[in-house]
């Protein structure tokens, strides 16, 4: 892919983050793509599983918001670095909604074959964000 496609690709994935459009997330990553995420279980395969780990995240924080820095590019590797936040408004790990918010620092490493998505890694503090929203409690200090 050339350095254009890759920034349009990445482009439309942070769009269809702000319109919570799952469908074109799930249709930007490959037949067998695979999402690797703190969220969900672990590793996804295949759109349908990543189709779930969208749905199921935006259920639980449907005011989700990326705040992204401009796309670090190499090759077909790209690296998103990004503030994650929302609200539980569906409930996190079964529990029953809270309605607090959570903000943290997000990375996401993009694997591109064929000009899809073959292999996303998401890397943020899963742990900082159920103690935020209450799904957990921090022990004190």
Not at 113 to 132: C, M, P
């Amino acid at each position: 892919m050339t350095r254009s496609e890759i920034t349009d690709l990445i482009a439309r994935f942070q769009d269809a983050w702000v319109r919570r459009d799952v469908s074109l997330l799930t249709d930007l990553h490959a037949e067998d793509g695979t999402v690797e995420t703190p969220f969900g279980g672990g590793m996804s395969r295949g759109r349908d599983a990543i189709r779930k780990v969208y749905e199921a995240f935006i259920r639980a924080f449907p005011d989700v918001t990326l705040a992204y820095d401009p796309p670090l590019i190499d090759g077909d590797r790209v690296v998103l670095i990004a503030r994650l936040s929302g609200t539980d408004r569906g409930g996190l790990m079964g529990l029953p909604p809270t309605g607090r918010r959570f903000d943290i620092p997000c990375v996401l490493l993009f694997d591109l074959k064929d000009g899809v998505i073959a292999h996303e890694r998401r890397i943020y503090d899963f742990t900082g964000l159920a103690v935020q929203v209450g799904a957990i409690k921090a022990k004190p200090v």
